[in-house]
């Protein structure tokens, strides 16, 4: 839960401050979209997009329902500009930092360096006790962030709501 919490805001907050790039990956409606070309070219990668990555995406979803519903980028679209990148880099870096502790790349160091040493059960008290306290707290502030990000964006016509593409 961790990783796909940290994976989805790193990727809202690319698409939202990064003007005129946009994020890395891609959202569930989007994959979908993509399914029949993944058909297309050949049985393993087939494989790999309908038993794993539209899999992850549909738990990543349902996570992010869980931990902030008013995060949630499907069915959305948003304007980027230097102004709007600004309202949202101010609301949100502090929990994308903390989103960042929690990623792969603490998690796979900390698990070396514990095996390097023969201490196993460090990393895991690591994990169980302060990244799961870090993840509460990222939650805790990413609920106000995503709060305040949408306020100050309804405030200036720019809004998430605003913006929804027709059905």
């Known amino acids: 839960m961790h990783l796909s919490a940290y994976d989805y805001f790193k990727e809202s907050f690319l698409?939202?401050?990064?003007v005129g790039q946009g994020g890395e990956g891609e959202d569930l409606d989007q994959a979908h979209e993509r399914k029949?070309?993944?058909?297309?070219?050949?049985?393993?990668?087939?494989?790999?997009?309908?038993r794993i990555f539209l899999p992850y995406l549909e738990t990543q979803k349902k996570h992010i329902a869980r931990i902030d519903p008013a995060a949630q980028r499907e069915g959305k679209?948003?304007?980027v500009d230097e102004r709007t990148a600004a309202i949202y880099r101010?609301?949100?870096?502090l929990p994308m930092r903390l989103w960042a502790i929690i990623s792969?790349?603490?998690?796979?160091?900390?698990m070396s360096i514990a095996a390097m040493a023969d201490r196993i059960d460090?990393?895991?008290?690591?994990?169980?006790?302060?990244?799961?306290?870090?993840?509460?707290?990222?939650v805790v502030l990413?609920?106000?962030?995503?709060?305040?990000?949408?306020?100050?964006?309804?405030?200036?016509?720019?809004?998430d709501e605003l913006l929804r593409v027709p059905a």
């Open 15 to 18: 698409r939202r401050t990064r």
């Open 36 to 50: 029949q070309e993944a058909q297309e070219r050949g049985r393993f990668i087939r494989f790999v997009y309908e």
């Open 77 to 79: 679209r948003v304007i």
């Open 90 to 93: 101010k609301h949100n870096l």
């Open 104 to 110: 792969l790349a603490p998690h796979a160091y900390l």
């Open 122 to 138: 460090l990393y895991f008290w690591v994990r169980l006790i302060f990244m799961n306290a870090v993840f509460l707290l990222a």
């Open 142 to 159: 990413q609920r106000r962030a995503t709060r305040r990000t949408q306020e100050e964006l309804s405030a200036i016509g720019a809004a």
